[in-house]
């Protein structure tokens, strides 16, 4: 279904209407990135397969835009390589690497119109005019901008630019798609539109796709597989829903949702399970340990505020583990959650949210409470920070 | 309601502009008002007022083949330095940090010495003993010195390093506000360099263009220190032509016609680059 170069990608659009059809894989084989000293991208391995969509997650300076310029060829890697479909991509410049890119601020050229923007890949393809039309409109069709071809991009809203800089990447039938922060500059509630926009396009065209984000709701949405990156460094890569409730590191753990963080012993473990007894006082029930930890080895908790139930007054320990005692400091009802903040034996704070289902109203400061897990083994342990 | 506020805002801006409007009066319309009350004037004693200096001027082969050839000066000098100050201004784009400081600096270095000095080097250059004629001398490239001074060619060559920069910082201006992100997009869409260039770099920099050729055209075609230095005794531009008539012949009524078709014969010019400049970036921001 893809052709092999762009030549012959151009010269018979398959294009994203055609149906499924499966996308080429892309292997990111041991990635390193060195600026002088500091290193940018740190051996990554990513194995991705054909008409995958995988978000590339992590804070600002992790490596993830380096990572995407690599892919474009925009960057020559230190080491490592870049495998599309089977071929290496290593020191073939961007204009012949066949990959589409869609920037943060979509990067359309101002002088032209929306069609002659779309049709510039085209174009630069040595496309006949008459079918550089064609397509072009099948294109904006696509994005549902069909009617809109003659305008100038600074004609259009931040949705429609969007919506075009996706029809121009696509006009070439790239064998990969890469979105860097495309959704960055949109406001809420056009963002999760185009979100949803977007992964239709990206299901119907069936194109590899790599989406570059620090937003990790996005992440979570959109993608089918997450590469969490870290200080240059892959930490996890792993469904959305492993990466959420079974976090591989410290730092996944506390990057992707929120969550607190509480000392303690590891007093047993083994493949099922964990038992911790935190230095605020209580035996926690874990899950399985992270990492190269055994009983008796300081560890961090890493405790998810919805995973947690206030109770007023203090009590003995239940099922789950003994339980912990604090004092309500904060109070905030958020709409669909409660959120309370409470001030634990050492001092350290533990955030809990509840949904506004299970309490009707917020605890005053001052309050003595007792802390519980929901169940057994939803806290996630690694050795000790 | 918003056009009363924005009304008396701008009546209270007028009067802080009301010294510099005076200057400008005083010091530049009113001569200029003078200027072409004299070229009206028939003889130098004013007895009779008329045509004549413009039907004198028009109908003279010489006089008409000085202006053109004034006019035709700026347009190589224009093309010589757009050609040579694009290149700078594109590689003062692609510079790291410390490139961009160093290609600023010797873009502005001329700036920092009088036109007279930077004329003279010019001078020292070009001449019969001067640089070029000794290297290619000593190189036992050439038996007799070429004439270099003294030549049309010299005189463009000069004219345009002179006016280098003011061809120069626009471009780099121009060039600075495109989006780098959109080379990448063509490049990544399947395009060359050479076609990334043509295609996006250069037109988005026509405005820069348009205003570096306008600023280098006005001051080559009026410089006339170093079009006199260089191009020596045989060679007559505007600026000389009006100088002698004032000042050697003291034909006053004549040289202000000149100076008048002169300054016409520049503002058609500067018209159309503007028109032009509008439509760029009309172009460029549509």
Same mark, same amino acid.
């Given at each position: 279904?893809?052709?092999?170069?762009?030549?012959?990608?151009?010269?018979?659009?398959?294009?994203?209407? #055609?149906?499924?059809?499966?996308?080429?894989?892309?292997?990111?084989?041991?990635?390193?990135?060195?600026?002088?000293?500091?290193?940018?991208?740190?051996?990554?391995? @990513?194995?991705?397969?054909?008409?995958? @969509?995988?978000?590339?997650?992590?804070?600002?300076?992790?490596?993830?835009?380096?990572?995407?310029?690599?892919?474009?060829?925009?960057?020559?890697?230190?080491?490592?390589?870049?495998?599309?479909?089977?071929?290496?991509?290593?020191?073939?410049?961007?204009?012949?690497?066949?990959?589409?890119?869609?920037?943060?601020?979509?990067?359309?050229?101002?002088?032209?119109?929306?069609?002659?923007?779309?049709?510039?890949?085209?174009?630069?393809?040595?496309?006949?005019?008459?079918?550089?039309?064609?397509?072009?409109?099948?294109?904006?069709?696509?994005?549902?901008?069909?009617?809109?071809?003659?305008?100038?991009?600074?004609?259009?809203?931040?949705?429609?630019? %969007?919506?075009?800089?996706?029809?121009?990447?696509?006009?070439?039938?790239?064998?990969?798609?890469?979105?860097?922060?495309?959704?960055?500059?949109?406001?809420?509630?056009?963002?999760?539109?185009?979100?949803?926009?977007?992964?239709?396009? %990206?299901?119907?065209?069936?194109?590899?796709?790599?989406?570059?984000?620090?937003?990790?709701?996005?992440?979570?949405?959109?993608?089918?597989?997450?590469?969490?990156?870290?200080?240059?460094?892959?930490?996890?890569?792993?469904?959305?829903?492993?990466?959420?409730?079974?976090?591989?590191?410290?730092?996944?753990?506390?990057?992707?949702?929120?969550?607190?963080?509480?000392?303690?012993?590891?007093?047993?473990?083994?493949?099922?399970?964990?038992?911790?007894?935190?230095?605020?006082?209580?035996?926690?029930? #874990?899950?399985?340990?992270?990492?190269?930890?055994?009983?008796?080895?300081?560890?961090?908790?890493?405790?998810?505020?919805?995973?947690?139930?206030?109770?007023?007054?203090?009590?003995?320990?239940?099922?789950?583990?003994?339980?912990?005692?604090?004092?309500?400091?904060?109070?905030?009802?958020?709409?669909? #959650?409660?959120?309370?903040?409470?001030?634990?034996?050492?001092?350290?704070?533990?955030?809990?949210?509840?949904?506004?289902?299970?309490?009707?109203?917020?605890?005053?400061?001052? #309050?003595?409470?007792?802390?519980?897990?929901?169940?057994?083994?939803?806290?996630?342990?690694?050795?000790?920070? | 309601?918003?056009?009363?506020?924005?009304?008396?805002?701008?009546?209270?801006?007028?009067?802080?502009?009301?010294?510099? !409007?005076?200057?400008?009066?005083?010091?530049?319309?009113?001569?200029?008002?003078?200027?072409?009350?004299?070229?009206?004037?028939?003889?130098?004693?004013?007895?009779?007022?008329?045509?004549?200096?413009?039907?004198?001027?028009?109908?003279? *082969?010489?006089?008409?083949?000085?202006?053109?050839?004034?006019?035709?000066?700026?347009?190589?000098?224009?093309?010589?330095?757009?050609?040579?100050?694009?290149?700078?201004?594109?590689?003062?784009?692609?510079?790291?940090?410390?490139?961009?400081?160093?290609?600023?600096?010797?873009?502005?270095?001329?700036?920092?010495?009088?036109?007279?000095? *930077?004329?003279?080097?010019?001078?020292?250059?070009?001449?019969r003993?001067g640089i070029i004629n000794a290297a290619l001398g000593g190189l036992g490239l050439i038996d007799a010195p070429l004439?270099l001074?003294?030549?049309?060619?010299?005189?463009?060559?000069?004219?345009?390093?002179?006016?280098?920069?003011?061809?120069?910082?626009?471009?780099?201006? !121009?060039?600075?506000?495109?989006?780098?992100?959109?080379?990448?997009?063509?490049?990544?869409?399947?395009?060359?360099?050479?076609?990334?260039?043509?295609?996006?770099?250069?037109?988005?920099?026509?405005?820069?263009?348009?205003?570096?050729?306008?600023?280098?055209?006005?001051?080559?075609?009026?410089?006339?220190?170093?079009?006199?230095?260089?191009?020596?005794?045989?060679?007559?531009?505007?600026?000389?032509?009006?100088?002698?008539?004032?000042?050697?012949?003291?034909?006053?009524?004549?040289?202000?016609?000149?100076?008048?078709?002169?300054?016409?014969?520049?503002?058609?010019?500067?018209?159309?680059?503007?028109?032009?400049?509008?439509?760029?970036?009309?172009?460029?921001?549509?």
């Amino acid at each position: 279904m893809t052709s092999a170069s762009p030549t012959t990608a151009a010269a018979a659009p398959a294009g994203p209407s #055609t149906g499924p059809s499966q996308g080429r894989t892309l292997l990111l084989d041991g990635i390193t990135q060195r600026y002088g000293a500091s290193v940018a991208v740190n051996d990554v391995t @990513l194995d991705i397969r054909g008409g995958e @969509l995988v978000a590339l997650l992590g804070p600002s300076g992790c490596g993830k835009t380096t990572l995407l310029r690599i892919i474009a060829g925009f960057l020559a890697q230190t080491k490592g390589h870049v495998i599309v479909g089977g071929e290496t991509m290593d020191g073939l410049p961007p204009n012949r690497r066949s990959v589409g890119i869609v920037f943060q601020n979509y990067a359309l050229f101002p002088h032209m119109t929306v069609a002659e923007n779309v049709a510039y890949g085209l174009d630069a393809r040595g496309v006949d005019r008459a079918t550089q039309r064609r397509e072009a409109q099948r294109m904006l069709d696509l994005v549902k901008l069909g009617h809109l071809g003659d305008r100038t991009p600074r004609q259009m809203s931040g949705g429609q630019q %969007q919506r075009v800089a996706l029809a121009r990447a696509l006009a070439v039938n790239p064998s990969i798609l890469l979105l860097d922060e495309p959704f960055a500059a949109l406001d809420k509630n056009l963002r999760l539109d185009m979100q949803i926009e977007v992964k239709r396009i %990206q299901r119907l065209s069936g194109i590899t796709t790599i989406l570059v984000t620090h937003d990790q709701e996005e992440a979570l949405s959109m993608a089918d597989r997450v590469a969490v990156l870290s200080q240059g460094r892959l930490e996890q890569f792993s469904p959305p829903t492993d990466v959420y409730d079974a976090p591989e590191s410290l730092f996944v753990n506390s990057f992707v949702g929120s969550a607190n963080r509480l000392g303690g012993v590891l007093e047993a473990a083994d493949r099922s399970g964990g038992r911790v007894r935190l230095d605020v006082g209580g035996v926690i029930e #874990t899950r399985a340990p992270r990492g190269d930890v055994g009983p008796g080895d300081r560890v961090t908790v890493c405790l998810r505020p919805e995973h947690l139930r206030v109770d007023p007054g203090a009590a003995a320990g239940d099922g789950a583990g003994e339980a912990l005692n604090g004092v309500v400091e904060m109070g905030l009802p958020l709409g669909a #959650t409660i959120v309370h903040e409470i001030r634990v034996g050492d001092g350290s704070a533990v955030k809990v949210a509840e949904s506004r289902f299970e309490r009707a109203s917020v605890l005053a400061p001052g #309050t003595p409470v007792r802390l519980a897990p929901l169940a057994p083994r939803l806290a996630s342990v690694f050795a000790a920070a | 309601m918003a056009a009363t506020t924005l009304r008396s805002v701008t009546t209270y801006d007028l009067k802080l502009a009301a010294p510099l !409007a005076l200057g400008f009066l005083v010091f530049f319309v009113t001569p200029l008002v003078i200027l072409l009350a004299l070229s009206f004037q028939a003889d130098p004693q004013g007895s009779r007022y008329g045509l004549t200096q413009y039907v004198h001027f028009l109908a003279d *082969r010489f006089s008409l083949g000085v202006l053109g050839s004034t006019l035709w000066l700026g347009v190589k000098v224009t093309a010589l330095t757009l050609l040579l100050g694009y290149p700078v201004a594109w590689l003062h784009q692609r510079a790291p940090g410390w490139g961009k400081g160093v290609i600023m600096l010797l873009v502005l270095l001329p700036l920092l010495t009088s036109v007279v000095v *930077r004329t003279f080097a010019w001078v020292v250059i070009l001449g019969r003993q001067g640089i070029i004629n000794a290297a290619l001398g000593g190189l036992g490239l050439i038996d007799a010195p070429l004439k270099l001074l003294y030549t049309d060619s010299g005189v463009v060559m000069a004219l345009a390093q002179v006016q280098m920069p003011l061809m120069v910082l626009p471009l780099i201006t !121009a060039l600075s506000r495109i989006d780098p992100n959109l080379a990448d997009a063509s490049s990544v869409l399947g395009a060359g360099h050479w076609r990334t260039f043509r295609k996006v770099t250069l037109p988005l920099s026509l405005p820069g263009i348009i205003a570096g050729c306008l600023l280098t055209y006005a001051a080559a075609i009026t410089a006339f220190i170093t079009q006199s230095l260089i191009g020596g005794g045989q060679m007559l531009f505007m600026p000389m032509y009006i100088y002698q008539q004032a000042s050697t012949l003291q034909n006053w009524p004549f040289a202000a016609a000149i100076s008048i078709i002169f300054l016409a014969a520049v503002l058609v010019v500067v018209s159309v680059f503007t028109v032009l400049g509008r439509l760029s970036r009309g172009y460029t921001n549509a």
